[in-house]
């Protein structure tokens, strides 16, 4: 169907971890709390509404999940939330938090991928299966 199409939509924010179990490769981020600037893209997959021509209001998606993302991790100590936050930890929660508020603003779209890049060079992928 033509009509069915995916749309990203980027967003960020600034937290503190310090990993709490260790392995031969990363000493450096269990020896001390260091922070990240951590960087995402949702995928939401919908029909073009024929009244917008849009599969949703970017507006809207920003408004109803970026800002509750924010809420729950921008300038926060990970360590607060999980007891090993490492990105895949993260983007579980992450998954699980845009699902919630999907549901629960009745928003007529699906989930379907989520990235999150740690930093530069190292990002995890969460793809619906």
Request: glycine share 4%.
């Amino acid at each position: 169907m033509r009509d069915i199409l995916t749309v990203g939509i980027n967003g960020s924010f600034e937290a503190a971890h310090k990993l709490n179990v260790e392995t031969p490769y990363n000493k450096k981020c269990t020896e001390s709390l260091h922070g990240h600037h951590f960087k995402y893209t949702i995928y939401l997959q919908g029909k073009i509404k024929a009244d917008t021509g849009m599969v949703i209001d970017f507006g809207e998606v920003k408004e109803l999940i970026i800002k509750e993302l924010e809420f729950l991790y921008d300038h926060k100590n990970l360590n607060n939330i999980f007891f090993n936050p490492t990105a895949e930890i993260l983007i579980l929660s992450i998954v699980n938090r845009v699902e919630n508020l999907i549901d629960f603003n009745n928003l007529d779209i699906t989930l379907t991928k989520v990235e999150l890049s740690e930093t530069e060079n190292n990002k995890v992928i969460w793809e619906r299966s």
